[in-house]
Nanobody
């Protein structure tokens, strides 16, 4: 059974940092693309970043490039999302997701390309 479990969210003041973790199981981790998404109340799910566990290539949405850093530890089947300089507008539920191979247009960060999803972790940024 494929499982993705996010952790690391919480309440943080603006300007702070958080590191989210996505622990994966039930599939061959180094064959998949893992992405991070978020959804704020009343808004559509937004693609943030993804990483190819095969070759380590990474992609970021323009809105988060420079503040968000994605990384993976293939030995632990875990992907991380480091978020710095948090802003109130970063408040959302953050999800990780896995895409079965092949995925060609990683840079699209399209939710419809991802087949498995975690339950999400809440980040709330206070001003």
């Amino acid at each position: 059974e494929v499982q993705l479990v996010e952790s690391g969210g919480g309440l943080v003041q603006a300007g702070g940092s958080l590191r989210l973790s996505c622990a994966a199981s039930g599939f061959t981790f180094n064959e998949y693309v893992i992405g991070w998404f978020r959804q704020a109340p009343g808004k559509e799910r937004e693609g943030l970043s993804c990483i190819s566990s095969t070759d380590g290539s990474t992609y970021y949405a323009d809105s988060v490039r420079g503040r968000f850093t994605i990384s993976s530890d293939n030995a632990k089947d875990t992907v991380y999302l480091q978020i710095d300089s948090l802003k109130p507008e970063d408040t959302a539920v953050y999800y990780c997701a896995a895409s079965e191979p092949p995925l060609f247009r990683l840079w699209d960060l399209s939710a419809s390309d991802y087949h498995y999803w975690g339950q999400g972790t809440q980040i709330t940024v206070s001003s």
